[in-house]
């Protein structure tokens, strides 16, 4: 368990190192001049030949590759991400000031979808067949199959424009997160109770829980103590997937609810063409979710000592 | 175990939920391919009339440009179809390939495939389609190519955990010393038991590649104006929330009916063919 933890810990490097290669090449597979592209977006018009160079010059791109490369990560871990062209403040500044309004966002998505998952998937799987399970079911196939942006337009509409309750927009006070964060945890609910009801459904035909009912344990105990755990196997190896989809559902989330955030950081870096603010803000995202993945992974493991990797 | 009774029961809701779903998505099939017979205007001609509720002569509305939304809806279908089955081929083809290859093989393919796999799966969902798009710009194809390889990473994972799983079973041993060759043991063995999560996956994954395309339109990088594109359309109708809720709200029903039509033939498809339902 040591072993595979601390192994696992090891293996990220080269995980981070190629994500940094693929951030790192962003800016190289553009069709066309990258300075070329990021003053025009930034600035608009004709751009004079002298602008161009020095801001090759300025971001390194006159260097060969490899060396771009290396001081790309040199940089990075030391904190330096460059400087947005179109906001012109250093990257790693930007980030740190929208990155709490992501992470509030994204765990508050997770908690609501993690509870709404597990409640449904447990009712439809212990009541299969009944008007329960159908219920259940029918609640967490609309989750899946709903577009998020439509389902925070229609919170919009209802709490906000028609109820009032709720601010459509921004991120003062508390309010502000609730339709965001329901929007984001409603979908990734129906993903977990659907694959938890699969699970344990299947694991309530493995022989090992007939033993346990022979042997005349409580259906409780056998539930709790030999189904779930099993069953929970494949929603933890999912857990991690749904981290992420939070991380990136802000993406949409931020833009639908006009919040400040990391996920609007990329849309409007993409919109901008600010090549240094999309590649930061991805790596960072990046570097988040590498790290919840070995959380997720070592769990995993826990959970299931048959597998042992060779 | 089940009574031949319910058996039969269940047989029955299974082929009745793919012919209903089944019939639905054949309907979009043909709307898709045939819409400017099906559609009562042109999708992109602008009328002076401007935005109007929903009608008799446009029970959509129309919206702030005066183009009859259920036109542009008819048309947007084959949009959204085309975005869900290239982007799941993509996915499904070198994704299963790649998981099973490393868990059946394990050292040093397991390790090379699993770092790429890490390396791409540390980019989560829209937003490794969003690099793509950064590189490949904004446009519908790119969305597809975009979606696709995001979701390699989910059904490598997917399936080398069960195999994984799957390996530590007896018969797989058993197989290997009677002689069983590994491409017999990986096609007719491992395959069919990894089979019903990795369906299960695939069939969220085309309503998820639908939902994913047409979010993409939504933010701007997918398909561009005047293209009817459903995710496109709600986005365009989004300023107008308060005063004309049809102008979104419309596209994604569409999404909605769309999307759940896929998972619930997906779904059906999969109790048909799961193994434990069968037996």
Not at chain 1, 147 to 164: A, D, T, V
Not at chain 2, 216 to 230: D, R, V
Request: charged residues 15%.
């Amino acid at each position: 368990m040591i072993n595979y933890t601390i192994k696992r810990i090891f293996e990220v490097i080269p995980v981070l190192l190629i994500v940094s290669l693929i951030v790192f090449s962003v800016m190289h597979l553009l069709p066309g001049d990258p300075t070329l592209l990021m003053l025009a977006g930034a600035e608009g018009g004709s751009i004079p030949q002298e602008r161009l160079d020095e801001l090759r010059i300025i971001m390194g791109l006159n260097k060969p590759l490899y060396e771009q490369y290396y001081n790309f990560i040199s940089n990075a871990i030391s904190g330096d991400l460059g400087t947005s062209i179109r906001l012109r403040t250093p990257v790693t500044e930007i980030l740190l000031q929208k990155f709490p309004y992501t992470i509030k966002l994204s765990l508050l998505g997770l908690m609501i979808a993690i509870f709404l998952g597990v409640v449904i998937g447990l009712v439809a799987a212990l009541f299969k067949d009944t008007w329960l399970d159908h219920f259940s079911m029918t609640f967490s196939l609309i989750g899946v199959s709903m577009p998020i942006y439509w389902l925070g337009l229609l919170l919009i509409l209802f709490f906000s424009i028609n109820l009032n309750i709720f601010p459509s927009s921004g991120a003062t006070g508390w309010k502000s997160i609730v339709l965001p964060a329901l929007t984001l945890g409603f979908v990734s609910a129906g993903v977990i109770s659907r694959l938890l009801r699969s699970s344990l459904l299947e694991v309530l035909n493995e022989d090992y829980i007939r033993t346990a009912k022979g042997k005349g344990l409580t259906d409780k105990i056998i539930l709790i103590k030999h189904a779930l755990k099993n069953a929970m196997i494949p929603v933890i190896t999912i857990l991690g997937l749904q981290f992420g989809n939070m991380l990136a559902g802000a993406v949409v989330t931020e833009t639908v609810f006009s919040r400040p955030g990391l996920g609007r950081l990329v849309v409007n870096g993409i919109l901008w063409k600010d090549y240094p603010l999309v590649q930061g803000t991805v790596l960072f995202i990046a570097c988040i979710y590498v790290f919840v993945n070995l959380f997720v992974d070592i769990s995993y493991y826990w959970f299931d000592p048959r597998i042992k990797l060779k | 175990m089940l009574s031949y009774r319910n058996k039969r029961l269940i047989r029955k809701f299974t082929r009745k939920r793919i012919i209903i779903y089944g019939s639905v998505l054949a309907v979009l099939v043909v709307l898709s391919l045939f819409a400017p017979y099906f559609a009562p205007y042109d999708p992109i001609q602008i009328s002076m009339e401007g935005r109007k509720s929903p009608n008799l002569d446009h029970i959509f509305g129309t919206d702030r440009l005066g183009r009859d939304i259920l036109s542009r809806i008819i048309y947007g279908t084959k949009y959204s179809l085309s975005i869900g089955i290239m982007s799941v081929s993509i996915g499904l083809i070198f994704g299963t390939t790649m998981g099973v290859l490393s868990a059946y093989y394990g050292g040093l393919v397991d390790t090379i495939i699993m770092r790429f796999i890490d390396a791409l799966l540390a980019f989560p969902g829209i937003l490794l389609a969003l690099v793509v798009i950064a590189v490949l710009g904004p446009g519908l194809f790119n969305v597809m190519l975009a979606v696709g390889i995001s979701t390699v990473p989910e059904y490598a994972r997917l399936a080398r955990g069960k195999v994984l799983s799957v390996m530590q079973l007896e018969y797989i041993e058993a197989i290997h010393s009677i002689g069983g060759s590994n491409i017999r043991v990986i096609l007719k063995h491992i395959l069919p038991n990894i089979s019903a999560p990795i369906t299960i996956l695939a069939t969220l994954q085309v309503g998820n590649a639908i939902l994913v395309g047409s979010g993409l339109s939504f933010l701007g990088m997918g398909a561009q104006p005047p293209t009817p594109e459903w995710g496109l359309m709600t986005a365009e109708g989004r300023s107008f929330m308060s005063q004309a809720w049809w102008i979104s709200t419309f596209p994604g029903i569409a999404i909605l009916i769309t999307v759940i039509s896929i998972n619930q033939f997906g779904d059906g498809l999969r109790e048909a063919i799961d193994p434990y339902l069968k037996e």
